[in-house]
């Protein structure tokens, strides 16, 4: 047998092949396609499981995220993060005095405030 040699040109074999290959090719096709749309649905899927009350919101970035990645990316911070928590968090960091430094000095403000407090 030549290197040249055609083994199944012009049989049923050639045929099966060629159909078998356009198979696995669309099923491939298939599978990536809906991969990508189940990994970009996360978000929506997210936020109905958490019943988020920005659910519109986060639909309509997740359909912009096809065309500017970056937009979906927004969607899925918006998914995962409770906003609400976020924000209270930064709140009271924001409205916290300056935290003492060693344990000492928190003993010594407990106390001070405890006797203010009795006085």
């Known amino acids: 047998m030549s290197l040249l040699a055609t083994p199944f040109v012009d049989t049923t074999t050639d045929t099966v092949l060629h159909v078998v290959a356009l198979v696995v090719l ?32 986060i639909s309509a970035l997740t359909w912009i995220g096809f065309l500017w990645h970056w937009v979906w990316v927004v969607a899925v911070i918006l998914a995962f993060v409770d906003g609400e928590k976020a924000l209270r968090k930064i709140r009271d960091i924001w409205r916290e005095p300056n935290a003492p430094i060693n344990e000492t000095e928190i003993t010594t403000k407990t106390v001070s405030e405890k006797e203010e407090n009795h006085a």
């Open 26 to 57: 669309l099923g491939s096709v298939g599978a990536i396609a809906f991969g990508f749309w189940k990994v970009h649905e996360l978000p929506v899927s997210k936020a109905r499981k958490k019943q988020h009350h920005q659910m519109g919101l």
